[in-house]
């Protein structure tokens, strides 16, 4: 792999590279999802394009694919501008793309998926054995030989992703970008995938690779350009960036900070003494997350810490019982919790913050009132109402409590500041007075102040004895608020950190601590 | 090799032994049932059924539906009609009229459907009431047909069989068997299969019933083969009021009420998803086929309400219905 030693001069100085982007700027109302992005691709490279949510892998590969229109910068493709306006326009132009979602038809057949629109005709008479010859030999380019008359649903997802890369070949090859193919893909396979990407990078194709298994990364990519907040980090070769360096790159944090977590430790100690609230042995789901233990105590703030797509948010779903688990089993406060789901989840005092609040969580044109009251409600069944009085007061409690900005009860959330919605939904948890929160990122999205405000809260109910599991992209929060640590990587949980443990750093080479093979 | 074609054509194979099946069944039953005429007949009796039911078959395969054909040929029936006995109009031209305007009406539904992004169902309704309310207007009662030209196309066959130098006898028996109605169909037919599967407009209908997504983000032009699927339903329906007026020589405003639903039954029986994306325009040759040996059963029994042939159907569509989704199980579970 290493091909180029640290530190000297590239070895070969790329001419005119087959793709570069020049100050590519994107702007969403309210946010600038690319800020002057700088993206540069060589013929016969694999770059991979990395960064947690929001920062902006997916808008750059959308403005390069013209789905969104630029608001500035240059596309030059081999040296020349270029403005592609529709998927078609790209394709044309020979940049294709693979998604993670196969975008074929799953009922028409494996050679006929590969020439859908581009027939060759004789007589105004699609010719179906020129078809099936020119997909076998498509597919025979990747290594794959397999009956092409059959229905591409009767293959498994691996090959039908081979099948969606040998049209989107077959179309136009100059470059390929491949939007998080291995995803569902075993392992197996995805040696497969890697061994192909590796013939096409050889016969001198761009391949834009994204993903976010760090392993994956290693390697196959050649060279490595890291987003983040939709500004460019930087773009690095990946011999000469440590796996620590990229994740601290991607994050946001230098290697060097250990900003120790403060101010909760004294009650830790005690913690431990106590039975847990929650304990979880061999929990986990095919797909989603690796069997994991972890206990929380009462009285206690667990963080847990990972990467995009390490398997943070599928464990907390399995906890509170949005998925079932296939493997494992759960004691609450002792007692054996069989089945669950999320009604028994909140009966039995638990309650969820979901990451994305305005899908998951808002009911958008419902008053402040009837949001923060929802759970309550429904814990208690609708046959026993609330009154208009007894919702009143237990709103604007929590609207002075948690410090809500507004002007009434009753104004439709919709209208409020992110942070006040994020607040809302908080309150509506609070009210049913639970005794384990999962926050699953409570600070995304919100301004300065009203973080800090989440952060104090938190640490007031941890005070109460509320057991609370907190998630968050952000080392700081987690390190600030919690006192131990779960970290996952690649949807296995591989350390739990706590007391002197809990710091940037040492959760950092956690998660950048390559597979014991 | 028995399973991937059960897998490839298992819902039209379960239509073509159940279709094979009644056949038998009512030909071991009544007497006669068996014979060439009777044959024939289900291609010419149910010839404007199977006209509609093909350019269902295609709005089906798309993702859509089409609720507008039974008013389009009650709608183009009168006009046609009107066109000859009224205005006194050459019935050639008049039907070649009425095929312009179904055209042109399918194609400005497909246009709605796809501009705005409506369901088709609703778009397609309010053509029904269109249709229908059209018909109404353009004259309330049935009109007869009296022209020349209609008989004379009926005498056509035999005339062509007179032509080749076959025996008055043999003519006269082309004459009877040989209905230009059962023609059209067929013709129609052949027509409707070969686009289904020859051409890049049938493929093209296919992916965006199997899924409109996929189908943009490959590049195919699917709000062009959405508006060709309906001026194709359009055409098709119209030219099924056309046939309607040679099978009755004439027009009726209340003709082909309820046949929209006739027409789709016959294509989901024929193994066609309602979903799109899966079929055969064979298949709905099958579905009008077996809806054709309902009815001719119960005329020959006699006994029988032909409202059971209703019953029947109903029956039928359920059991398709569920067959179907059994298959589309057992494909799911073979990806996994």
Same mark, same amino acid.
């Given at each position: 792999?290493?091909?180029?030693?640290?530190?000297?001069?590239?070895?070969?100085?790329?001419?005119?590279?087959?793709?570069?982007?020049?100050?590519?700027?994107?702007?969403?109302?309210?946010?600038?999802?690319?800020?002057?992005?700088?993206?540069?691709?060589?013929?016969?490279?694999?770059?991979?394009?990395?960064?947690?949510?929001?920062?902006?892998?997916?808008?750059?590969?959308?403005?390069?694919?013209?789905?969104?229109?630029?608001?500035?910068?240059?596309?030059?493709?081999?040296?020349?501008?270029?403005?592609?306006?529709?998927?078609?326009?790209?394709?044309?132009?020979?940049?294709?793309?693979?998604?993670?979602?196969?975008?074929?038809?799953?009922?028409?057949?494996?050679?006929?998926?590969?020439?859908?629109?581009?027939?060759?005709?004789?007589?105004?008479?699609?010719?179906?054995?020129?078809?099936?010859?020119?997909?076998?030999?498509?597919?025979?380019?990747?290594?794959?030989?397999?009956?092409?008359?059959?229905?591409?649903?009767?293959?498994?997802?691996?090959?039908?992703?081979?099948?969606?890369?040998?049209?989107?070949?077959?179309?136009?090859?100059?470059?390929?970008?491949?939007?998080?193919?291995?995803?569902?893909?075993?392992?197996?396979?995805?040696?497969?995938?890697?061994?192909?990407?590796?013939?096409?990078?050889?016969?001198?194709?761009?391949?834009?690779?994204?993903?976010?298994?760090?392993?994956?990364?290693?390697?196959?990519?050649?060279?490595?350009?890291?987003?983040?907040?939709?500004?460019?980090?930087?773009?690095?070769?990946?011999?000469?960036?440590?796996?620590?360096?990229?994740?601290?790159?991607?994050?946001?944090?230098?290697?060097?900070?250990?900003?120790?977590?403060?101010?909760?430790?004294?009650?830790?100690?005690?913690?431990?003494?106590?039975?847990?609230?929650?304990?979880?042995?061999?929990?986990?789901?095919?797909?989603?997350?690796?069997?994991?233990?972890?206990?929380?105590?009462?009285?206690?703030?667990?963080?847990?810490?990972?990467?995009?797509?390490?398997?943070?948010?599928?464990?907390?779903?399995?906890?509170?019982?949005?998925?079932?688990?296939?493997?494992?089993?759960?004691?609450?406060?002792?007692?054996?919790?069989?089945?669950?789901?999320?009604?028994?989840?909140?009966?039995?005092?638990?309650?969820?913050?979901?990451?994305?609040?305005?899908?998951?969580?808002?009911?958008?044109?419902?008053?402040?009132?009837?949001?923060?009251?929802?759970?309550?409600?429904?814990?208690?069944?609708?046959?026993?109402?609330?009154?208009?009085?007894?919702?009143?007061?237990?709103?604007?409690?929590?609207?002075?409590?948690?410090?809500?900005?507004?002007?009434?009860?009753?104004?439709?959330?919709?209208?409020?500041?992110?942070?006040?919605?994020?607040?809302?939904?908080?309150?509506?948890?609070?009210?049913?007075?639970?005794?384990?929160?999962?926050?699953?990122?409570?600070?995304?999205?919100?301004?300065?102040?009203?973080?800090?405000?989440?952060?104090?809260?938190?640490?007031?109910?941890?005070?109460?004895?509320?057991?609370?599991?907190?998630?968050?992209?952000?080392?700081?929060?987690?390190?600030?608020?919690?006192?131990?640590?779960?970290?996952?990587?690649?949807?296995?949980?591989?350390?739990?950190?706590?007391?002197?443990?809990?710091?940037?750093?040492?959760?950092?080479?956690?998660?950048?601590?390559?597979?014991?093979? | 090799? /028995? #399973?991937? +074609?059960?897998?490839?054509? %298992?819902?039209?194979? $379960?239509? *073509? @032994?159940? =279709?094979? &099946?009644?056949?038998?069944?009512?030909?071991?039953?009544?007497?006669?049932?068996?014979?060439?005429?009777?044959?024939?007949?289900?291609?010419?009796?149910?010839?404007?059924?199977?006209?509609?039911?093909?350019?269902?078959?295609?709005?089906?395969?798309?993702?859509?539906?089409?609720?507008?054909?039974?008013?389009?040929?009650?709608?183009?029936?009168?006009? /046609? #009609?009107? +066109?000859?006995?009224?205005? %006194?109009?050459?019935? $050639?031209? *008049? @039907?070649? =009229?009425? &095929?312009?305007?179904?055209?042109?009406?399918?194609?400005?539904?497909?246009?709605?459907?796809?501009?705005?992004?409506?369901?088709?169902?609703?778009?397609?309704?309010?053509?029904?009431?269109?249709?229908?309310?059209?018909?109404?207007?353009?004259?309330?009662?049935?009109?007869?047909?009296?022209?020349?030209?209609?008989?004379?196309?009926?005498?056509?066959?035999?005339?062509?069989?007179?032509?080749?130098?076959?025996?008055?006898? $043999?003519?006269?028996?082309?004459?009877?068997?040989?209905?230009?109605?059962?023609?059209?169909?067929?013709?129609?037919?052949?027509?409707?299969?070969?686009?289904?599967?020859?051409?890049?407009?049938?493929?093209?209908?296919?992916?965006?019933?199997?899924?409109?997504?996929?189908?943009?983000?490959?590049?195919?032009?699917?709000?062009?083969?959405?508006?060709?699927?309906?001026?194709?339903?359009?055409?098709?329906?119209?030219?099924?009021?056309?046939?309607?007026?040679?099978?009755?020589?004439?027009?009726?405003?209340?003709?082909?009420?309820?046949?929209?639903?006739?027409?789709?039954?016959?294509?989901?029986?024929?193994?066609?998803?309602?979903?799109?994306?899966?079929?055969?325009?064979?298949?709905?040759?099958?579905?009008?086929?077996?809806?054709?040996?309902?009815?001719?059963?119960?005329?020959?029994?006699?006994?029988?309400?032909?409202?059971?042939?209703?019953?029947?159907?109903?029956?039928?569509?359920?059991?398709?219905?569920?067959?179907?989704?059994?298959?589309?199980?057992?494909?799911?579970?073979?990806?996994?």
């Amino acid at each position: 792999m290493a091909d180029q030693l640290t530190g000297q001069p590239v070895a070969h100085p790329p001419p005119t590279p087959l793709l570069e982007m020049r100050s590519v700027t994107k702007t969403f109302p309210g946010v600038a999802a690319l800020d002057r992005v700088d993206f540069t691709l060589r013929a016969g490279e694999i770059h991979a394009l990395m960064g947690e949510n929001g920062a902006g892998k997916s808008t750059l590969i959308k403005v390069l694919t013209g789905i969104h229109a630029r608001d500035g910068g240059d596309i030059l493709l081999a040296g020349k501008p270029v403005e592609p306006h529709s998927t078609i326009q790209a394709q044309k132009l020979g940049i294709s793309t693979v998604y993670q979602e196969i975008n074929l038809i799953p009922e028409l057949s494996v050679a006929e998926n590969v020439f859908l629109g581009r027939q060759p005709m004789k007589l105004g008479a699609i010719r179906w054995r020129s078809i099936r010859r020119g997909a076998e030999a498509a597919l025979a380019r990747l290594d794959l030989s397999i009956d092409v008359t059959r229905p591409l649903i009767s293959y498994s997802m691996a090959i039908q992703q081979m099948v969606a890369i040998a049209r989107a070949l077959d179309v136009s090859a100059r470059i390929l970008i491949l939007d998080e193919p291995t995803s569902s893909l075993d392992e197996n396979e995805v040696t497969q995938l890697f061994r192909v990407m590796r013939r096409l990078k050889d016969g001198g194709l761009g391949i834009v690779f994204i993903t976010h298994f760090i392993d994956q990364v290693y390697d196959v990519a050649d060279r490595i350009t890291v987003l983040r907040n939709g500004r460019l980090v930087g773009a690095y070769e990946t011999a000469e960036l440590p796996r620590i360096e990229l994740i601290a790159k991607m994050i946001g944090r230098s290697v060097s900070d250990e900003s120790a977590a403060e101010a909760h430790r004294e009650t830790e100690a005690d913690s431990t003494a106590k039975q847990p609230f929650v304990q979880v042995r061999g929990l986990g789901r095919r797909g989603a997350i690796a069997p994991f233990d972890l206990d929380i105590f009462p009285g206690e703030v667990v963080g847990m810490a990972g990467l995009l797509g390490s398997g943070r948010t599928e464990a907390a779903r399995l906890i509170f019982g949005l998925d079932r688990a296939d493997a494992g089993t759960m004691r609450i406060g002792g007692e054996p919790a069989k089945r669950t789901s999320v009604r028994r989840a909140i009966a039995r005092g638990f309650g969820f913050l979901p990451e994305d609040r305005g899908r998951q969580g808002l009911v958008p044109d419902l008053s402040l009132r009837e949001n923060i009251i929802l759970a309550l409600q429904a814990k208690r069944g609708w046959l026993r109402t609330l009154s208009r009085a007894r919702q009143t007061e237990i709103a604007e409690r929590f609207i002075k409590t948690l410090n809500i900005d507004t002007t009434d009860t009753d104004k439709p959330i919709r209208l409020l500041s992110g942070g006040n919605q994020q607040k809302a939904i908080l309150a509506r948890w609070l009210a049913t007075e639970p005794a384990l929160l999962i926050l699953d990122e409570p600070t995304r999205g919100i301004d300065v102040g009203a973080k800090a405000e989440i952060q104090r809260l938190i640490a007031r109910l941890r005070r109460d004895g509320m057991a609370i599991l907190f998630i968050s992209s952000e080392l700081e929060e987690v390190v600030q608020s919690s006192g131990r640590v779960m970290v996952l990587r690649d949807r296995v949980k591989v350390a739990e950190l706590c007391g002197e443990d809990v710091n940037e750093g040492r959760i950092m080479h956690t998660i950048a601590e390559a597979h014991v093979a | 090799m /028995i #399973a991937r +074609l059960m897998r490839q054509y %298992g819902t039209l194979a $379960a239509t *073509a @032994v159940v =279709c094979a &099946l009644l056949y038998v069944i009512a030909g071991v039953r009544y007497e006669y049932f068996f014979s060439w005429r009777v044959f024939f007949a289900f291609f010419s009796d149910n010839a404007f059924l199977g006209i509609a039911a093909v350019g269902m078959t295609f709005v089906i395969l798309s993702g859509g539906i089409d609720l507008s054909v039974g008013a389009m040929i009650g709608c183009a029936s009168i006009i /046609i #009609a009107t +066109l000859v006995e009224v205005a %006194g109009w050459h019935p $050639a031209m *008049a @039907v070649l =009229c009425v &095929l312009v305007l179904g055209t042109l009406f399918g194609a400005s539904m497909g246009g709605l459907i796809h501009r705005f992004a409506l369901p088709p169902f609703i778009v397609t309704l309010a053509g029904m009431f269109l249709a229908r309310g059209v018909g109404f207007v353009v004259h309330q009662e049935s009109i007869s047909i009296e022209h020349q030209f209609y008989p004379a196309i009926l005498d056509l066959p035999a005339g062509l069989a007179r032509a080749a130098h076959l025996s008055d006898d $043999a003519a006269q028996l082309v004459g009877l068997f040989v209905q230009p109605t059962a023609v059209v169909f067929l013709l129609v037919l052949a027509v409707g299969i070969y686009l289904a599967h020859m051409t890049r407009f049938g493929r093209n209908t296919y992916a965006v019933g199997g899924s409109e997504d996929s189908a943009l983000l490959m590049g195919l032009p699917v709000g062009r083969t959405k508006v060709q699927v309906y001026a194709l339903s359009g055409f098709c329906s119209a030219l099924a009021g056309a046939v309607y007026t040679l099978y009755t020589f004439s027009g009726n405003p209340t003709a082909g009420t309820m046949l929209e639903l006739d027409a789709i039954a016959a294509v989901v029986i024929g193994g066609t998803l309602l979903t799109g994306g899966v079929g055969y325009v064979a298949g709905t040759l099958l579905g009008v086929l077996i809806f054709g040996i309902i009815q001719t059963a119960i005329n020959f029994d006699g006994s029988l309400s032909s409202w059971w042939t209703r019953i029947a159907i109903g029956f039928l569509l359920l059991i398709f219905i569920l067959l179907q989704r059994l298959l589309q199980r057992t494909l799911g579970n073979a990806s996994t």
